[in-house]
């Protein structure tokens, strides 16, 4: 797993701004306490002073072993008429430690495990964030939601197929909002097929933006711009830049692939799209593909061992309609 310098300086930056938040507001609330409480103050530098004395009694050697346990005791007893206190002020018992963002690392981004010290999930959940923020910094996720998704633009009639488009897009429309509501990292993929202006692009960024806002990383990115630069990277021996790529695409919680088939496809492209999508089924992790392209044209355009591993994990919604854009404006 690597990330480019660029990621992994933004994620310690974010990290060192959330610990230092934290201890920053605990010295705050500290002040505040010792005002309304001064038996906090005096509690807090009697428990310091026990410390010292542990200390230096086990560095004097001999039988500590008694002192030790009477210290103890006292820490014991100071601590909890210090929560006692606390709690009666209306605060909660661990008022005066800082609150973390992560309890585990205490947003250091490190713990020690059997005497390593070895890279904290936090830290690796900010990496992935950063990864997708610099990605989604290419083709900017702009504000759809589920909520500016307008039903009543789909006609209510059946067309010559006999599929009455509104009642279509309803379905469409709750399976995506059910998907973004109860998403779990193993979630299905789903390919979603139709023509230009049917609401694809709008209902796949308001699936990113529910799952952003709720902590997921989420890359969205276009095939033609994201296969371009992945491209240009390899055949300019920029080995590193296709590998962070690669690497964002394929460890975020979820990857959006907008106009498949609109890109200039090249040997190169029809292989990386293929690892990239087979990487990720195989580890469980989703995607979904929006193409204007019918099953035929899919078939003439990709390799059949991807267009058949499409077909065969994804999750097909079919959209239908009148182009919709123009009536927006
Ligand atoms: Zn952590």
Do not use: W
């Not at 306490?33 to 200390?55: D, F, Q, T």
């Amino acid at each position: 797993m690597s990330y480019s310098d660029a990621v992994y300086s933004k994620a310690y930056s974010i990290l060192e701004s959330r610990r230092n938040r934290a201890v920053n507001d605990a010295e705050e609330r500290k002040l505040k306490i010792y005002a309304e409480i001064p038996r906090a103050e005096a509690i807090e530098r009697e428990l310091s002073s026990c410390s010292v004395k542990a200390a230096r009694a086990v560095f004097a050697g001999g039988n500590a072993k008694e002192l030790l346990k009477l210290l103890s005791e006292q820490c014991k007893g100071l601590r909890n008429e210090l929560e006692a206190l606390l709690l009666k002020a209306g605060y909660d018992k661990n008022a005066l430690e800082p609150k973390y963002t992560c309890p585990v690392c205490e947003d250091k981004g490190t713990v020690e495990l059997n005497n390593k010290t070895v890279t904290c999930n936090c830290f690796k959940e900010l990496l992935k964030e950063c990864a997708c923020a610099e990605v989604n910094s290419l083709s900017p996720l702009n504000l759809s939601t589920f909520e500016s998704f307008e039903l009543s633009y789909y006609p209510d009639e059946e067309n010559a197929e006999g599929v009455n488009a509104r009642r279509r897009m309803t379905q469409i429309f709750n399976y995506c909002k059910a998907y973004a509501m109860n998403f779990k990292t193993d979630n299905r993929s789903i390919l979603m097929r139709g023509a230009t202006g049917l609401g694809k692009t709008h209902l796949s960024l308001s699936i990113a933006n529910e799952l952003l806002g709720k902590g997921f990383s989420v890359a969205y990115v276009s095939a033609p711009d994201i296969l371009f630069q992945l491209e240009r990277a390899h055949f300019s021996y920029e080995y590193e830049k296709e590998q962070d790529l690669i690497s964002t695409l394929t460890e975020c919680d979820l990857l959006i692939i907008d106009d498949l088939g609109t890109e200039f496809a090249t040997n190169y492209t029809n292989s990386q799209i293929y690892n990239i999508f087979n990487n990720r089924i195989l580890r469980s992790k989703p995607v979904i593909i929006n193409t204007n392209l019918t099953m035929k044209e899919l078939e003439n355009a990709y390799t059949q061992r991807f267009v058949s591993r499409v077909m065969g994990t994804c999750d097909k919604l079919d959209f239908v309609g009148r182009d919709i854009r123009p009536r927006k404006v």
